[in-house]
């Protein structure tokens, strides 16, 4: 999980690759939901703008200007495959 944390902080940087959390669900099973995270990104939002990004609005979670474009997708995802082919 580190290592895909730390991926994606070369990524994006300014990211806190260890902002992880593991939450349980009853069910017998393990995955994780990434959300790499950059200081103030909750803005006021949450506990003096600590929390876990779910505290964060999802009408702006989800906006227009939260989304990256097709280009910068493209981008993040192969700068992502080229370091995860290293580890591999």
Do not use: Q
């Not at 260890?18 to 990434?34: A, M, P, Q, R, S």
């Amino acid at each position: 999980m580190c290592f895909i944390c730390d991926r994606i902080e070369m990524i994006k940087n300014g990211t806190n690759p260890y902002f992880v959390k593991e939450l349980g669900n009853g069910d017998t099973h393990i995955h994780w939901h990434l959300f790499p995270r950059v200081s103030g990104d909750l803005e006021g939002y949450g506990n003096n703008g600590k929390g876990p990004v779910w505290w964060y609005p999802m009408e702006k979670m989800y906006s227009e200007e939260n989304c990256p474009s097709g280009e910068e997708l493209e981008n993040m995802k192969r700068k992502l495959a080229t370091e995860l082919e290293k580890r591999i």
